[in-house]
């Protein structure tokens, strides 16, 4: 145990660090300057120390001049000045992190291999690290601008005990400090731990109390007798909570206690030796000991201020861990998953023995897959959910390489030529109709002769009278947009396949939420409006399978019939069967 924490801790410290030279390497100049600041500021604090020291020794002496006092309002406008210009160039030096990091993820996301995107690691890993740029960054930043301030503060005091020019006084103070810091840091950690565990108990307990009160829940607890249990579990969590943030603050109070003591102790020490030497040296005076005793008073808060940052930085660092490990990922080679969009058609495409299992798996999901589908084929690719339909279109779209066999477009092992693609569940583009037509090809110039066609072909028309116009934002994020229905959404997905005059179109359960008698009839329109181009057409509902060229039948992984829907229908196989389970669906 010991020797995991050891790590952890080498690890948390080398998170700060590698966060720290990100951050200096991504806003150098506003970094540095940000740091910079802070630190020139709370040295000057041993000069503001230094001329109080001049001042009680006028004063003492009956000799006091202005001078002195100009000098400490002087450095007191500095620090005020330098506060000011830290907190703005804080909020520059956020602003442009925030952006350099959030552009950094957003490229890794688009590099990434899409294998990576089905591993839950990654993918936990990558919403960490935007939830750490989003909201966490900020508040780390400034937890490291106000540690280094207090740093330096503390500097100052130990820098003022050796101009007493006794070892023992600077030994004394540092070691004070060292120790009351040390002391303070352990404390701070293991109650942020504390909180940061009774996190999760704590919405364990409210949802219970809810339960407790929710007259619907009750009625079905009496029924069943179970308030009790319920009753005990909120009870149990309740204590345990208790008796943890009981053991916490008593520690708490327990190293304060021990603190106040090594204060206190330190302060006498040193305040009894410079006394006891103050007639033997012309650097022990009033106003030395006078000076350094409220900076030894003041030490203490000091120290609070600077442990806060600290611990707070230290409990980031393992979210910084995440924010790390995918920063990573950019060194990596990756291949590349977009078609190469060439204006001459790459059909036919030739799948020969493809095998294809994931990374972390041993199971073929797909197992020895041969196909062929030709310029202005019409293909259905059916089966039951789970059986690899998607899986198969991924790899035939390179978004997944296959582990073993060929897919050829042409003579190209890489996807070649022009593919729209229509998902089961297709993206609301928030943006205006006319953008959510164009993203189908986002570099062509603008055609709206060519929009309102594609808009005639998918029924899309009366919306576009509805909206008065193709300048119309849709969705709901700004006021004045305009919220489209589930089906309107998935004809303007058609129409952006539509519009990039795609040799291949594939179609992922594009009606899989919809009525089965409704859903023949897009299957229909889809077939008349692809009737010049090759299309996939994915699906486990077969009743509009015996419009296409040719069937293909998935069963875990591989193919086990193909051929039309008659000749597949007389076969008495998987399809026959699987279309006489659901002919009553269409009836």
Not at 11 to 29: C, E, F, W, Y
Not at 219 to 244: G, P, V
Not at 412 to 421: D, I, N, T
Request: hydrophobic share 45%.
């Amino acid at each position: 145990m010991a020797e995991k924490g050891e790590i952890l801790l080498r690890r948390d410290h080398k998170n700060i660090l590698t966060i720290l030279a990100r951050m200096i390497g991504k806003s150098p100049v506003i970094s540095t300057i940000t740091i910079i600041v802070p630190i020139i500021s709370g040295l000057l604090t041993f000069y503001s120390y230094s001329v109080q020291v001049h001042i009680i020794n006028a004063v003492a002496a009956g000799a006091i001049t202005f001078i002195p006092i100009l000098w400490f309002v002087l450095i007191h406008g500095v620090q005020a000045c330098s506060l000011s210009i830290t907190n703005i160039m804080k909020s520059r030096m956020n602003a442009e992190l925030t952006l350099a990091f959030q552009s950094e993820l957003i490229d890794i996301a688009n590099q990434v291999d899409f294998e990576d995107f089905d591993d839950e690691e990654f993918g936990n890993k990558l919403q960490r690290a935007k939830t750490i740029v989003g909201e966490d960054l900020e508040g780390i930043t400034g937890f490291l601008v106000s540690s280094v301030g207090n740093i330096s503060g503390l500097i100052s005091i130990i820098w003022l005990s050796a101009t007493s020019g006794y070892f023992l006084v600077t030994l004394v103070v540092g070691l004070m400090i060292v120790s009351t810091l040390s002391f303070r840091m352990f404390t701070e950690i293991k109650v942020r731990r504390t909180g940061r565990e009774l996190t999760f108990d704590g919405r364990m307990g409210d949802y219970l109390a809810v339960t407790l009160e929710d007259p619907n829940a009750i009625r079905e607890m009496r029924i069943y007798n179970s308030i009790s249990y319920f009753t005990d579990l909120w009870a149990k969590l309740m204590k345990k909570q208790h008796d943890k943030r009981y053991s916490a603050r008593k520690f708490e109070i327990k190293t304060g206690m021990i603190v106040a003591m090594v204060q206190t102790s330190a302060i006498f020490i040193v305040l009894v030796y410079l006394l006891s030497k103050m007639g033997e040296s012309n650097t022990v005076t009033v106003g030395t000991i006078s000076v350094l005793f409220l900076a030894l008073l003041t030490c203490g808060g000091k120290i609070m201020s600077l442990t806060w940052p600290l611990s707070k930085l230290y409990i980031s660092s393992s979210k910084l861990y995440d924010l790390n490990e995918v920063l990573t990922y950019k060194n990596r080679d990756f291949r590349k998953n977009n078609i190469n969009n060439s204006s001459e058609a790459m059909l036919p495409i030739t799948v020969s023995n493809v095998y294809f299992k994931y990374a972390k798996s041993s199971k073929y999901v797909l197992s020895n897959i041969n196909m062929v589908i030709k310029p202005g084929e019409k293909i259905a690719i059916v089966g039951e959910n789970g059986a690899g339909k998607s899986t198969l279109i991924k790899l035939l779209l390179g978004q997944y390489t296959a582990s073993s066999g060929s897919i050829y477009w042409k003579d190209s092992p890489e996807p070649q030529g022009k593919v729209s693609v229509v998902y089961q569940h297709s993206i609301k583009f928030e943006m205006t109709l006319r953008e959510n037509i164009l993203l189908g090809d986002a570099k062509s110039s603008p055609d709206d002769v060519k929009i309102l066609s594609i808009l005639e072909k998918c029924e899309l028309m009366d919306l576009f009278y509805e909206l008065g116009g193709l300048d119309v934002r849709l969705g709901q994020m700004l006021e004045g947009s305009r919220q489209l229905s589930g089906g309107q959404w998935q004809k303007l997905a058609i129409a952006r396949a539509l519009y990039n005059d795609a040799d291949l179109i594939v179609f992922d359960e594009p009606t899989s939420a919809i009525d089965p008698n409704a859903e023949m009839q897009i299957y229909t329109q889809l077939l008349d409006i692809c009737q010049d181009k090759a299309a996939i057409f994915i699906s486990h509902r077969l009743g509009w399978a015996k419009n296409v060229d040719t069937i293909y039948v998935i069963d875990n992984g591989s193919i086990a019939e193909v051929g039309q829907h008659q000749d597949l229908i007389n076969n008495k196989g998987i399809y026959a069967d699987m279309y006489a389970l659901q002919s009553s669906w269409y009836n």
